[in-house]
Nanobody, 118 residues
Framework: QVRLVESGGGLVQAGGFLTLSCEAS????????VGWYRQAPGKQRELVAR???????DYGDFVKGRFAISRLYAKNMVWLRMNDLKPEDTGTYYC????????????WGQGTQVTVSS
C-alpha cells in the first residue's frame, strides 16, 4: 500500500501561480506512472501531468506550457508547478501513482482544492 498526501492548493487570482506537493508514504521509483489529475464540479477527472515509463512526461492538452511536473524520488515527492492560472483550472487536484508490480495498484490521494478567481 502507498499513501499519497497532497498539499499546496488554495485560492489564487487569475494569472497567478501555485505549486502543489504530493508526498508518498513509500518509494515511487518502481511506479509505472506518477502524476496529477484534476476534477472540476460536474466534470470527469482528467490528466494534468504525469511521469510515465521512467522520465517520459504527458500533459493535458489544456496545459499549453503553463504547468510543470517534477519529482524527487529520494524523498518520495512529486510537485506540480502551475503558472498563469485561469478560472477554468479550478478543481480538486489529485496525486496518483500506478504500480504494476508490488505494491500493485492504482493509488490516489485525497485531493487538494485549487480555486482561481477572475
Amino acid at each position: 500500500q502507498v499513501r499519497l498526501v497532497e498539499s499546496g492548493g488554495g485560492l489564487v487570482q487569475a494569472g497567478g501561480f501555485l505549486t502543489l506537493s504530493c508526498e508518498a508514504s513509500g518509494s515511487l521509483i518502481r511506479a509505472k506512472t506518477v502524476g496529477w489529475y484534476r476534477q472540476a464540479p460536474g466534470k470527469q477527472r482528467e490528466l494534468v501531468a504525469r511521469f510515465t515509463n521512467g522520465d517520459n512526461t504527458d500533459y493535458g492538452d489544456f496545459v499549453k506550457g503553463r504547468f510543470a511536473i517534477s519529482r524527487l524520488y529520494a524523498k518520495n515527492m512529486v510537485w506540480l508547478r502551475m503558472n498563469d492560472l485561469k478560472p477554468e483550472d479550478t478543481g480538486t487536484y489529485y496525486c496518483n501513482a500506478q504500480f504494476i508490480l508490488e505494491p500493485e495498484g492504482d493509488y490516489w490521494g485525497q485531493g487538494t482544492q485549487v480555486t482561481v478567481s477572475s
